[in-house]
């Protein structure tokens, strides 16, 4: 009795870690997108790292 | 008290993937060497397009592109050589963006990834440079 009530929770914990993990290698990150974005961006146009946002690379020169 | 020991493996369980998704959100892979590559040759171009964004000869579109806005800021003769300049520098652009996804495994990403692109050279912009609106229409920043 105990050992089927055992295997009901390990069952339905697996399906819900399972989900999270399909949820997870969906998920686009935007916020990380957008970092990645204008690290490139201040490289190709050669600005200053936006204020409030540190950078962590190179100092901007100009 | 098998309930107990259950509760707490689910409660690390819960905290390993909140830090999963911590982890996912901490930053993109961008330091491939195709992609350096990649922004090296448009930061060399960007010499040239800088002028043309300028003028407003060439404007930033909303898919993440470049496009010949105003071909008559361009005299005749140098028309060719900006059409070349605008498709290189397009070339380019769709590499990087699918090099970024595919540098960190999720080739789906590269739609997502010119999106925010498309928004962060507007948002970057300059001032004067004319870039394409959320209806497509040219705009000046």
């Known amino acids: 009795m105990r050992r089927s009530g055992l295997s ?9 870690s399972l989900g999270a993990c399909v949820t997870i290698n969906i ?3 935007a916020a990380a997108a957008e970092r990645a974005a204008d690290r ?3 490289e190709v146009w050669q600005l200053k790292p936006e204020a409030g946002k540190p950078q962590s690379s190179k100092p901007a020169s100009q | 008290m098998i309930i107990a020991h259950w509760l707490r493996i689910s409660l690390l369980a819960l905290l390993l993937l909140l830090a999963g998704r911590a982890l996912a959100q901490a930053n993109l892979e961008i330091n491939t ?3 350096g590559a990649l922004q090296r040759s448009m930061q060399e171009r960007h010499a040239q ?5 300028t003028s407003g000869a060439v404007g930033l579109t909303r898919d993440g592109s470049v496009a010949v806005r105003d071909a008559n800021a361009v005299p005749l003769a140098q028309r060719a050589q900006v059409n070349g300049l605008v498709a290189a520098e397009n070339q380019d652009r769709a590499a990087l963006y699918r090099e970024i996804a595919q540098a960190n495994k999720r080739p789906e990403w590269e739609t997502d990834i010119r999106g925010t692109f498309a928004q962060r050279w507007i948002d970057r912009a300059q001032g004067g440079w004319y870039y394409q609106n959320a209806s497509g229409a040219w705009t000046r920043k």
């Not at chain 2, 397009?49 to 964004?53: E, H, K, N, V, Y």
């Open chain 1, 40 to 42: 490139i961006i201040e």
């Open chain 1, 27 to 29: 998920y686009f990150p």
């Open chain 1, 8 to 16: 009901i929770i390990t069952a339905i914990f697996g399906a819900c």
């Open chain 2, 49 to 53: 397009l800088s002028p043309l964004f």
């Open chain 2, 33 to 35: 060497p195709a992609i």
